[in-house]
């Protein structure tokens, strides 16, 4: 238990792992309300009676929301006691999430994933809380800890929805999730300190340095376009797996695309060994296999016609594996990066990335639901070929890492 009234101060050695484990879990309790409507979107379509594109604005407006909230509430954690920020955002997710449940119509859901995806971001200030509490001698395994537990809550979050959702409704995983947001929020009340803000800068200034950054650093404008592209194609997949895997010839329901989570949990999990990498090689070319890896597995995909129906799941399995490896590669890479640009700026650092990538993610979705419902499931692996080539090609151009603009 820890003094509510006194500023914090770095864990001990060893760190409370029960403190670490909280952070883990409320960082992956957080970000998993991002992706829990992905594999319900085919059951979601039909029990609101939603087009394929007008459904697909549901992850979109989540996504958009989230890189909003990056951008307008993330800086405020060096303004302000962060457990504060925490708890107030914990408190709003919850309240977003049971209105998405009771959602009585399409118009209201789609406001509901717009609050949730502002709210959500508080998985953007659990990180910056971890690095801040843990002490030098092990603040990279802590850190690394809670983004393990945020990784995994992206991840595991599709194969719990879309198992909830096509044996007790769609309504009820939203529930369930708030009910789990809750649970860290009283946690979070009762074990983490008070956070000493490290800036007086009013707001609008704070806002105002995301911009400077931006233009100072040519790094990290390569970082944050690299990253928002490949998050594009990312997107599209997962936000219309589902609807294809619930229309023929497969005829699936919301478990079983939810269960190709797991498929993008083997690739995914073993990104972090590109850290090891990064540092040996270089965090440059570790960006440029990521591309690479992320444009051959969704290149792999467009074979899908050509195969038949059992051929085309296992395709699935094989490219989701890949370009989950390939996007957390990269991810990881850009991290790298963007934080050897100015150790004393890296929370706001780390917003300008994020907004890239998930300014990405929304796009993705909202492309991707189109091109799914005009062109086909082959023209949405195209376009998400594409997009991470054009991402290779962005990491390809000549180093950008020692530059300023």
């Known amino acids: 238990m820890h003094d ?52 697909g604005f549901v992850p979109t407006l989540t996504q958009l929301g989230y890189a909003l909230g990056i951008l307008l509430l993330a800086p405020l954690g060096d303004r302000h006691d962060r457990r504060q920020i925490i708890l107030i955002k914990a408190l709003l997710l919850v309240a977003a999430l049971l209105a998405a449940a009771w959602a009585p119509s399409f118009t209201w859901l789609l406001a509901a994933s717009l609050a949730i995806g502002l709210t959500a971001t508080l998985a953007q200030d659990i990180v910056p809380a971890a690095a801040t509490l843990a002490p030098a001698a ?27 959702a096509e044996h007790f409704g769609w309504r009820s995983m939203f529930v369930a999730a708030a009910t789990g947001v809750a649970i860290i929020g009283i946690a979070v009340w009762r074990g983490l300190p008070r956070f ?7 707001y609008r200034a704070l806002l105002g340095s995301l911009w400077a950054l931006l233009q100072r650093h040519a790094s990290l404008r390569q970082a944050a376009l690299a990253q928002g592209l ?3 194609g990312f997107s599209a997949f997962w936000s219309t797996l589902a609807v294809m895997l619930h229309a023929k010839p497969f005829e699936m329901g919301s478990a079983v695309a939810g269960a190709f989570g797991l498929a993008g949990a083997v690739g995914a999990l073993a990104a972090p060994l590109a850290g090891h990498l990064a540092d040996r090689r270089g965090p440059e070319l570790v960006t440029r296999l990521g591309a690479g890896l992320t444009t051959l597995s969704f290149a792999v995909l467009c074979l899908s016609p050509f195969l038949s129906t059992t051929g085309q799941l296992w395709l699935l399995v094989i490219g989701t594996v890949g370009f989950d490896l390939g996007v957390q590669t990269a991810l990881i890479a850009h991290q790298t990066i963007v934080y050897s640009i100015d150790p004393g700026a890296r929370s706001r650092l780390n917003a300008v990335l994020f907004v890239g990538m998930f300014m990405g993610m929304a796009l993705g979705a909202t492309l991707g639901s189109a091109v799914l419902a005009h062109g086909g499931w082959l023209a949405v692996t195209a376009m998400a070929t594409a997009f991470s080539l054009a991402a290779w090609v962005v990491r390809c151009w000549p180093s950008a890492s020692k530059r300023t603009a």
């Open 4 to 55: 509510k009234g006194a500023p914090t101060t770095p864990m001990g050695d060893p760190a409370p792992a029960a403190l670490v484990l909280l952070l883990a879990s409320g960082a992956g309790l957080a970000v998993a309300s991002l992706y829990y409507s992905q594999p319900m979107l085919g059951i979601l379509a039909t029990d609101m009676g939603a087009s394929t594109v007008d459904v």
């Open 138 to 164: 092990r603040r990279g395994k802590v850190v690394g800890t809670v983004m393990t537990g945020l990784l995994l809550g992206i991840l595991l979050s599709r194969v719990v929805s879309g198992f909830v």
């Open 196 to 202: 000493a803000p490290t800036t007086t800068l009013p």
């Open 230 to 232: 490949l998050s594009v």
